[in-house]
């Protein structure tokens, strides 16, 4: 699909298509479980989504729990304007800091830390425990979970 004028803006989490999520997070029931309690961000080429982002409120702070790009438009650009999107929005709506939970290798991780985000924990075992079938990348098992976190008072 070729890509048009990109959208990005707020939706309604209901609005996603749950496919486009399940790029992200391949555990339906967790998807579902999350979704009604998120903000929901997409990124739009003409009526499409092509990217989406859920992010759950929580206090003065907020957790990205989910953010997928279609495949076809993937290592785009399409993420990485999304993720500046709703990390600006997150400032302006008050959040002090935005945080996540990601593998511990794969693109994702180069991916977040360019947009400014730090790691600050490790979980271990949190994808064995979490995830009821494996989840591989690369060839090699997920396993930890790292925590990253972006402070959104520094411009």
């Known amino acids: 699909m070729p890509m048009k004028q990109l959208l990005l803006q707020s939706v ?6 749950q496919s486009l999520l399940l790029e992200a997070d391949p555990d339906v029931a967790k998807v579902e479980a999350y979704r ?25 702070q907020a957790e990205l ?7 076809e438009l993937q290592g785009q650009g399409v993420g990485a304007q999304l993720l500046k999107y709703v990390i600006n929005d997150c400032r302006h709506s008050g959040f002090s800091r935005l945080y996540l939970g990601t593998g511990t290798f794969g ?10 985000f730090r790691v600050i924990d490790i979980e271990k075992d949190y994808f064995l425990e979490q995830y009821a079938q494996p989840i591989w990348e690369n060839g090699i ?8 976190s972006i402070n959104l008072a520094e411009e």
């Open 141 to 148: 098992q997920h396993k930890d979970r790292l925590i990253l």
């Open 12 to 17: 309604a989490t209901v609005r996603i298509p």
């Open 36 to 60: 009604s309690r998120c903000l929901g961000f997409a990124a739009m080429n003409e009526h499409d989504f092509v990217g989406a982002c859920l992010v759950e409120p929580q206090g003065q």
């Open 107 to 116: 693109h994702q991780l180069g991916f977040y830390q360019r947009a400014g």
């Open 65 to 71: 729990l989910n953010i997928a790009v279609t495949p």
